[in-house]
């Protein structure tokens, strides 16, 4: 649960966290508009606070549809963010690649 903690903890929290990361995220996309009102409130000042919103996932992984659910909601509500699909699952692997990456 690591991946969806980051992002919800350190978007919630714009205050303290400008970089965020999330990877293979478990996340809800039935709860996005309520998890994460204070990010998509106010769209221009979250942006003006994040310097980097990076998220990723693998094709294989079993939590790629809410990744990918995800990125577009921040899209819908123009939230600036990076997402990087990849192949692979929800392995050490694929994360190791997008810590290098990021």
Request: glycine share 10%; with cysteine.
């Given at each position: 649960m690591g991946g969806g903690e980051s992002l919800g903890i350190g978007l919630n929290h714009l205050d303290l966290f400008s970089y965020v990361a999330g990877f293979s995220a478990a996340l809800r996309p039935a709860e996005f508009d309520t998890k994460f009102?204070?990010?998509?409130?106010?769209?221009?000042?979250?942006n003006q606070k994040l310097k980097l919103l990076?998220?990723?996932?693998?094709?294989?992984?079993?939590?790629?549809?809410?990744s990918k659910?995800?990125?577009e909601f921040l899209s819908k509500h123009?939230?600036?963010h990076t997402?990087?699909?990849s192949e692979g699952a929800h392995t050490w692997m694929v994360w190791r690649r997008y810590l290098n990456e990021l």
């Amino acid at each position: 649960m690591g991946g969806g903690e980051s992002l919800g903890i350190g978007l919630n929290h714009l205050d303290l966290f400008s970089y965020v990361a999330g990877f293979s995220a478990a996340l809800r996309p039935a709860e996005f508009d309520t998890k994460f009102a204070s990010l998509i409130g106010d769209p221009q000042a979250s942006n003006q606070k994040l310097k980097l919103l990076w998220i990723g996932c693998g094709h294989d992984d079993s939590l790629f549809a809410s990744s990918k659910a995800f990125t577009e909601f921040l899209s819908k509500h123009q939230i600036l963010h990076t997402f990087r699909e990849s192949e692979g699952a929800h392995t050490w692997m694929v994360w190791r690649r997008y810590l290098n990456e990021l």
